[in-house]
């Protein structure tokens, strides 16, 4: 039960880093064409659907 319990920890953990990781890319794009940070990101429902861990590793590849 423990092994099983730490595996899904690790994948939300996983999961929370690729949202981050999205979210960055997506921050480093606005900063680049607009020269301002938006720290409100206008797609957080997508954001915290990536943190949710409901989708794949590969299509987040792709997005990236």
Known sequence: ??????????????????????WLLQMAYDVAVTRKVIIEPPNR???????????????LLIQA
């Open 1 to 22: 039960m423990l092994l099983a319990d730490n595996r899904n920890r690790a994948s939300l953990d996983d999961a929370k880093n690729m949202m981050h990781t999205i």
């Open 45 to 59: 429902d997508q954001l915290l659907v990536i943190k949710s861990g409901t989708i794949n590793y590969d299509s």
